[in-house]
């Protein structure tokens, strides 16, 4: 059976890049891998933060487009991501550390069987930090700030989504995407609402996607501080040249193959407000600059270099 092997990256939305920057990089201890433009949108930063080698599964990016409202909470959207930290103590470190920080969280919480904090970034982005009991991590923590290697960020445990009606999205998950159902939890905020969980490619960290049914909730409307889209990871060209084939032969609209440089991707909507994207692992972050200085300066893909000039230009610099 064609499977996806875990969530490769998630793209958010930020209004003031500079305090992103240090929110992603100095408090969470993320490192800026990569400092280029939205391709399809160059007067945009793509901000892409990561673990030290820029793993896939580890990236959370963001377009900067100060312009943009607020995030509108609500169903049929992208609500929460949630990374992996390795054990109690970790959360116990991380308590502390948003305390000092003065960021908006709550306590550590029993989720699913696994302790979690729930937090925010400065413009409301939810976030959740999960124990991943020692869950093996094939990525390298980011060494660049004050946090003590064992209680790093680990990449992604999974991402949540809201729906209105789970029974008309159950067979995307199940039948399109080939996920695996692997249980039901009430939801910590409203007990009456059911958290369903689906893995992917064997599941645990890394791996999880939970659905949320909440029907009686507005649809939410993306602005700073919301989750854009998700991706899936893809190991190679071949894989997703057989995942276009399925979508196209299940007649779901896609964009096609987009050659990003440093990943290929391939983007399908399951509802209005949701999108996913199907990404190659490779070939990397580390393609057009050497691992040791990725994210010092702007990096763009060759067919925008001829351009530089006029993108810098447009940009504030970060």
Avoid: C
Wanted: aromatic letters at 10%.
């Amino acid at each position: 059976m064609m499977q996806l092997h875990g969530i490769h990256h998630v793209t958010a939305v930020t209004g003031n890049v500079k305090l992103n920057l240090d929110f992603y990089t100095r408090v969470l201890g993320l490192r800026l891998v990569k400092k280029t433009v939205n391709q399809d949108d160059v007067s945009a930063y793509h901000m892409f933060y990561a673990d030290k080698r820029g793993t896939p599964g580890t990236d959370m990016t963001f377009f900067d487009w100060p312009q943009t409202g607020p995030n509108v909470r609500g169903t049929d959207s992208i609500v929460n991501t949630m990374f992996r930290v390795n054990g109690s103590a970790a959360l116990e470190y991380w308590t502390t550390r948003f305390h000092d920080h003065n960021v908006k969280h709550g306590g550590v919480e029993p989720f699913a069987g696994r302790g979690i904090i729930r937090f925010e970034d400065p413009e409301g982005q939810r976030l959740t930090l999960v124990d991943d009991l020692g869950a093996p991590f094939e990525g390298e923590p980011s060494t660049g700030v004050d946090i003590p290697l064992e209680y790093a960020l680990r990449g992604f445990h999974g991402i949540v989504l809201s729906v209105p009606r789970l029974q008309r999205m159950e067979p995307i998950f199940t039948e399109l995407m080939n996920f695996e159902k692997v249980s039901e939890q009430p939801s910590i905020d409203d007990p009456s609402e059911t958290v369903t969980i689906y893995a992917m490619d064997g599941g645990g960290p890394g791996k999880e996607i939970h659905v949320i049914e909440q029907p009686n909730l507005q649809p939410g409307f993306l602005g700073r501080g919301g989750v854009h889209h998700a991706a899936f990871r893809l190991k190679d060209d071949a894989e997703q040249q057989a995942w276009l084939k399925r979508l196209n032969s299940l007649g779901v609209g896609n964009s096609g193959i987009i050659d990003r440089y440093y990943f290929k991707s391939l983007y399908f909507r399951i509802s209005n407000g949701i999108l996913f994207e199907l990404a190659t692992d490779g070939p990397g972050f580390a393609t057009d600059e050497p691992l040791e200085t990725m994210g010092e300066r702007l990096a763009l893909p060759p067919f925008l270099e001829p351009r530089r000039k006029e993108i810098e230009a447009g940009l504030q610099p970060v």
